[in-house]
Structures are given as C-alpha cells and as structure tokens.
C-alpha cells in the first residue's frame, strides 16, 4: 500500500521559514519523480517544484529562489524548504509520486496546511 505523509506544515509570519517533508512507503521510491503542490481557497492546485529520480528541480517562477526542493532516497523522503514566506503562500500542501517512466503510477498524500499570515 502506498502511502505519502507529509508533516512540517504550520502558522508563520511573513518572511519566516518553515519545512515541508514528506515521507513516502510502498513504493521504489529511487525511481520516482517526487514533487510539491499546492491548493489555495478557490483556487486550482498548481506545481510548487519537483525533483525528479535523477534530480533534475524545477520551480513554479512565484517560488523561485526562495523554496528548496530536495530528496533523500535513503530515507525515502523529499522535503521542501520554504524561506520568506508570503501571504500568497497560504495554502494546504500536497507531495506527489510519479514513476518517472510508467507517469500513470501517481499518488497523492493527504496534505498539509500552511499559512503565512501576521
């Protein structure tokens, strides 16, 4: 059974940090694609970054240089590294899994919520 927890999500002010992990069961996690996703109050969930089995990254252009995206497949987590948040940050947090070959092999955790509010 696949199974994706993530934890680390929270209340901060702006321009405050927080950490993002994920971590991932029932799957050969080396080789797949892991990635961050985000869904605000009436909005469609969006691509935060990914990082791919060889770990190539890729960033949405709102977080770029300021959220880190890294796996550790010994530990068969991916954690994202958050700095500066900003209120348009706010939102419930979501870890992916793809096969990176087979793409249809996708799993979802349940989500983690995160606000940058004062």
């Known amino acids: 059974q696949v199974q994706l927890v993530e934890s680390g999500g929270g209340l901060v002010q702006p321009g405050g940090s927080l950490k993002l992990s994920c971590a991932a069961s029932?799957?050969?996690?080396?080789?797949?694609?892991m990635g961050w996703y985000r869904q605000a109050p009436g909005k469609q969930r969006e691509l935060v970054a990914t990082?791919?089995?060889?770990?190539?990254?890729n960033y949405a252009d709102s977080v770029k240089g300021r959220f880190t995206i890294s796996r550790d497949n010994t530990k068969n987590t991916v954690d994202l590294q958050m700095n500066n948040l900003k209120p348009e940050d706010t939102a419930v947090y979501y870890c992916?899994?793809?096969?990176?070959?087979?793409?249809?092999?996708?799993?979802w955790g349940q989500g983690t919520q995160v606000t940058a509010s004062s």
């Open positions: 990082i791919t089995s060889d770990r190539s990254t």
């Open positions: 029932g799957i050969a996690f080396r080789i797949y694609d």
């Open positions: 992916n899994a793809r096969h990176s070959i087979w793409h249809d092999r996708q799993n």
